[in-house]
């Protein structure tokens, strides 16, 4: 059963388009919270609302030469904004999306969303033990949508699967905060989260 059976499913004309992203990462990382996100299945559809995500703009970011590292990872982020992009962490996919013009190299993480429509498919897709545990964290979300590798480097408005904007979140019930797991780049307050969402993932900020 869907969790919120009257909440509208956003049409695909109102999807975010890669336009959209081809500006600072910084500012679409923000602008994101509360944003949905549809995924459509063979057998139905979810929609969840974005609740954390990070920032990464390479050119004056030190931790970028983590990501930069990894194959294919170099010419993905310089390739067109507004395609996903999955890069590996200890083995799990975590769904990036390409940011500014051709030939700059930046993105933005989703670290964790909030379900609103189709649970069902999403338990399907993950097992867990509690709910909570289905989208809290970048990998998890991927695994709970099926997400990779079946998007890598297409745009972002697929009609299966695509961004929605939705009424912006009040800076105050926004954090900031640094990102999650750096050794360097930790000064950088790019992580933003809704403040009390329990969805947000338990990443603790570098320091």
């Not at 509360?34 to 139905?44: I, K, Q």
């Not at 969303?113 to 189709?118: A, K, L, R, T």
């Not at 939705?166 to 790019?190: F, N």
Request: some cysteine; glycine content about 6%; charged content about 25%.
């Amino acid at each position: 059963m869907n969790l919120l059976e009257t909440v509208p499913l956003p049409p695909f004309e109102s999807a975010l388009t890669p336009e959209f992203f081809s500006r600072d990462p910084v500012v679409i990382a923000r602008e994101l919270i509360g944003c949905r996100l549809v995924r459509h299945f063979e057998d139905g559809y979810a929609m969840v609302r974005i609740v954390e995500t990070e920032a990464y703009d390479c050119p004056i970011d030190p931790s970028c030469y983590v990501i930069e590292r990894l194959p294919g990872a170099k010419e993905a982020l310089r390739g067109p904004p507004g395609r996903y992009y999955f890069h590996k962490s200890y083995e799990h996919s975590l769904l990036n999306v390409v940011c500014q013009p051709l030939e700059y190299e930046a993105t933005i993480l989703i670290r964790a969303v909030e379900p609103m429509v189709g649970l069902e498919h999403l338990q399907k897709n993950r097992t867990v033990k509690k709910d909570l545990e289905l989208t809290n964290g970048p990998a998890k979300l991927v695994q709970a949508l099926e997400l990779y590798p079946r998007f890598a480097g297409l745009e972002v408005n697929q009609p299966d699967t695509y961004f929605a904007p939705s009424k912006p979140v009040p800076d105050e019930r926004v954090t900031i905060t640094a990102r999650v797991g750096l050794s360097v780049g930790r000064e950088l307050p790019w992580r933003f989260l809704e403040t009390g969402n329990r969805w947000v993932s338990n990443g603790k900020p570098s320091s």
